[in-house]
């Protein structure tokens, strides 16, 4: 299924285009990107009807593309911590995780997570999909369970963490306080 929200939102676009215009399921499919017939189900309001237009292949290869390293929230992170003059490492692969930023004569860590696929609760951000539900709550769970367990390991090993979110970069000088409080 595709994300109703979103579906949602080209509702209210397609309908402020409609309003005071005469356009036509072909004009307004050529406006949004929605195949004409998407136009009429959006417009009657029956969203929970489209489904994905990709196959089961095309999905899985277009997930596979997204990376794990040199994320935008993480470049942001990088490009502000190494502006308040902090130098680090990078993914450093000695330690439980693999931190995206790791400061080895302070023995402290950042990690940047992305809010979907390390399930941050109580954000929108961390939604998951409702096709393959059981399946997302599985991977996302067994992320979760991860990063505990290697914030554990750290923590043993004498290394302080930062877990940075990514729907904490919409306030950056709020980060920029808690960055400079956690390397003090």
């Known amino acids: 299924m595709l994300d109703q929200v979103l579906i949602k939102e080209f509702g209210k676009r397609i309908r402020q285009l409609h309003t005071g ?3 036509s399921q072909e004009q307004l ?3 949004t990107g929605f195949h004409r017939t998407y136009i009429g189900m959006i417009e009657r309001g029956e969203y929970n009807k489209i489904v994905d237009t990709l196959t089961k292949e095309k999905r899985s290869w277009l997930m596979s593309r997204i990376g794990s390293k040199n994320t935008t929230p993480e470049l942001i992170v990088r490009s502000l911590v190494h502006r308040l003059g902090f130098r680090f ?11 995206d930023l ?4 302070r023995k402290k860590v950042i990690f940047v997570h992305g809010c979907f696929w390390h ?10 999909p409702r ?5 997302w709550q599985t991977k996302i769970f067994k ?3 991860r990063d505990k367990e290697n914030l554990l390991q750290l923590k043993e090993d004498g290394w302080d963490a930062l877990v940075i979110w990514q729907c904490e970069l919409k306030d950056i000088e709020t980060l920029i306080k808690r960055i400079l409080i956690f390397f003090r």
């Open 21 to 23: 215009r005469s356009l």
């Open 29 to 31: 499919a050529e406006l």
């Open 89 to 99: 490492r990078l993914h450093y692969k000695r330690l439980p995780g693999k931190p």
């Open 102 to 105: 790791a400061f080895p004569g």
């Open 119 to 128: 399930g941050h609760e109580g954000c929108t951000k961390g939604r998951l």
């Open 131 to 135: 096709s393959n539900l059981r399946e």
């Open 143 to 145: 992320n979760r369970v």
